[in-house]
C-alpha cells in the first residue's frame, strides 16, 4: 500500500510542474503599450500586472521609434510575474519600408504594390536573423521566407532600380490606392444600405 501511495505522491509532484498556461502571442506598437483596450484584456485574463507590463514594454522598446509593430511573446509564470520576449518588426514592415510603401497589394497575383533590390532582401534578412525563432535558420532559408513574404504583399525583386523610374511608379501606384479605397468605401456604405 505505501508503495502505490509514494508512486501517487511522486505523480502528483511531476503534475504540479505540468504547466498549463499559454503564451500571449500578440503584436504591440512600440513604446505605446496602454492599459486599455485590446492589450489590457488580454493582459488581464492572464492575471498579469497591467499597468507594470504597459512600463515595462515601453521602457525596453523607448529606443524604438513609436509605432512600430514589434511581435511579442508574453509568458506567464505561477507567482503572476512573466517573461517578456520582444522580436523584431514584421518582415512584411521591413519589406514596405525599403519598397517605400505603406500597404501592400489587394490582389498581389495581378498588381505590384512595389519593388525592393536584392541588397535590400538581403539587409532584412540579416535584421531577420536576430529574432529568436530564426536564431539557427540559414540567410539563405530566411531569404526564401522573405521572398515568399514579398510575393504576398505585391512587392516585386530586382537586380537594380532607377529611383527616377520607381518615383514615377510610386506616384502612380498612389493614384491606384486612392481608387482602391474609393472603391471598398462605397461596397462598405452599399452593404449598410442593406443591412439597414
Known sequence: MSKSVARLKSMKKV???IDHSSKLRTDIPA???APGPPLGPMLGQRNINVPAFCKDFNERTANIKPGIPLPTRVKMNPDRSYQLVIHQPPASYFLKQAAGINRGAMEPVRETS???TLKHLYEIAKIKSQDPTLDFKPLKEICTMLIGTARTCGI???RELDPQ??????NQRKLAVEEQKKLLQEKREAKMLRTA
Open 156 to 158: 516585386e525583386i530586382v
Open 15 to 17: 503534475a504540479d510542474k
Open 114 to 116: 512595389g519593388k525592393i
Open 165 to 170: 523610374e520607381y518615383g514615377e511608379f510610386l
Open 31 to 33: 513604446g505605446m503599450a
